[in-house]
């Protein structure tokens, strides 16, 4: 005669408590050496940007980046092991990314023309420029948006995409 508990029984019970523990040391097994990879890679890219002269929202982009992708990495991993049907979840991401790639189309693209912008130097904190119409001394380029201050202490806010598209005028260029 077998106890059953809340109607099930014992045999079942001791299977899910097994399929749940090889499960577990499954996955400490992928997400552990994952974890250690991540901060090695992370250590490398913290020494090398240290040495090269990228630009530093460049590189924190860069590094944030990869990272991140490497988490993605693992975490597709990991729902394999769990036994996830990862296809439905990269398709969705498919879609979600089309979405919102189409949501965030100017966001987007003022990233794109930030990282032209910071890979190319056309100009750099200090220079006095010129884009469209804005002329003034370049506070700050971030990945978005680049600041000036014109002679007439106005700060002015200018998205890379404007700022890549136009030509930019660099009255500074060759006096440094």
Same mark, same amino acid.
């Given at each position: 005669?077998?106890?059953?508990?809340?109607?099930? +029984? &014992?045999?079942?019970?001791? +299977?899910?408590?097994?399929?749940?523990?090889?499960?577990?040391?499954? *996955?400490?097994?992928? *997400?552990? &050496?994952?974890?250690?990879?991540?901060?090695?890679?992370?250590?490398?890219?913290?020494?090398?940007?240290?040495?090269?002269? !990228?630009? +530093?929202?460049?590189?924190?982009?860069?590094?944030?980046?990869?990272?991140?992708?490497?988490?993605?990495? #693992?975490?597709?991993?990991?729902? $394999?092991?769990?036994?996830?049907? #990862?296809?439905?979840?990269?398709?969705? !991401?498919?879609? %979600?990314?089309?979405?919102?790639?189409?949501?965030?189309?100017?966001? *987007?693209?003022? *990233?794109?023309?930030?990282?032209?912008?910071? $890979?190319?130097? &056309?100009? +750099?904190?200090?220079?006095?420029?010129?884009? @469209?119409?804005?002329? %003034?001394?370049? @506070?700050?380029?971030?990945?978005?948006?680049?600041?000036?201050?014109?002679?007439?202490?106005?700060? $002015?806010?200018? &998205?890379?995409?404007?700022?890549?598209?136009?030509?930019?005028?660099?009255?500074?260029?060759?006096?440094?």
């Amino acid at each position: 005669m077998t106890m059953e508990v809340f109607g099930i +029984q &014992p045999e079942a019970i001791s +299977q899910l408590i097994y399929l749940v523990v090889h499960k577990v040391i499954l *996955l400490i097994l992928v *997400l552990l &050496p994952a974890h250690i990879f991540i901060r090695i890679l992370n250590s490398f890219l913290g020494r090398f940007f240290a040495r090269t002269e !990228f630009d +530093q929202t460049l590189e924190k982009f860069v590094h944030k980046t990869s990272i991140t992708l490497m988490w993605l990495i #693992v975490l597709g991993i990991a729902l $394999v092991v769990l036994g996830v049907d #990862v296809s439905a979840v990269v398709a969705s !991401f498919g879609v %979600g990314s089309f979405i919102i790639g189409f949501a965030l189309k100017d966001t *987007l693209n003022n *990233l794109a023309a930030g990282v032209m912008v910071l $890979v190319n130097h &056309p100009f +750099q904190v200090g220079d006095d420029i010129k884009v @469209k119409d804005v002329r %003034g001394r370049v @506070k700050s380029i971030s990945m978005s948006y680049t600041k000036l201050e014109t002679e007439d202490r106005v700060k $002015v806010t200018i &998205p890379n995409s404007i700022v890549w598209s136009n030509p930019i005028e660099n009255f500074t260029a060759y006096i440094k």
